[in-house]
């Protein structure tokens, strides 16, 4: 159901294109394989994954101790990316980028504060894909709410960004940006998958508990 939910997504952003004089990429018609594919780290037992299409934000989600952070670290490593760390430090000077983020951040009630200017930093000065452990962390939630704010405007596929979250200000299910995606782990640890973001909090939930259930039927019969 994800896959069909990004692929109705991913043609909307087409038709959108098409209408504001754009072509779209041949590449991105064609789609000739997957955009990762890695072998999970432990905690999983070394299962192939694989995203087909990789958007300009993925959030990466599920409760603590499902392999979130391992699996941010090998997305870093596969995509030839980095990893920023909780312990990231902000820069003495900003580079151009980053202090056009970091204005309009506070333009839109940001608190300036260490923690922001080191997740800017990161987001802004990375050469390719960034992935950013718990981009919340020592953020207060006002803050929160305008980095949720600024990432559903962020559109850059050459440089695409996989956010660790737990935070509802970052990640708002009610107002995820047409092709952005969803990454959750398990608690049970089996192969992380693509949730939509339709129906808020509740319904992901729920949705997320139904395929568990369905997978653990599955290994069962297996």
Known sequence: MAGTHRALEQVKLWRRDLLQGRVPDVAELVGDG???SLTLPWPWDGERFELKQLAPVTYLVGPLGSGKTRLAMALAAALGGVF?????????????DAETA???LLDDGATKSDQLRAVVAAIADTAGAGVLDLIEDGIDETTQLALGAWLRRYADNERPLVVMTRSTAVLDLD?????HAILYCPANHS???EVMPVGGRRVMRAWCRV?????????RRE
């Open 34 to 36: 997957p955009a990762i």
């Open 211 to 219: 395929w568990v259930r369905r997978r653990r039927g599955r290994g």
């Open 175 to 179: 107002a995820v940006s047409p092709g």
């Open 191 to 193: 192969s992380p998958f």
């Open 102 to 104: 970091l204005a309009w």
């Open 84 to 96: 920023h760390e909780l312990d990231r430090q902000a820069p003495e000077k900003l580079s151009e």
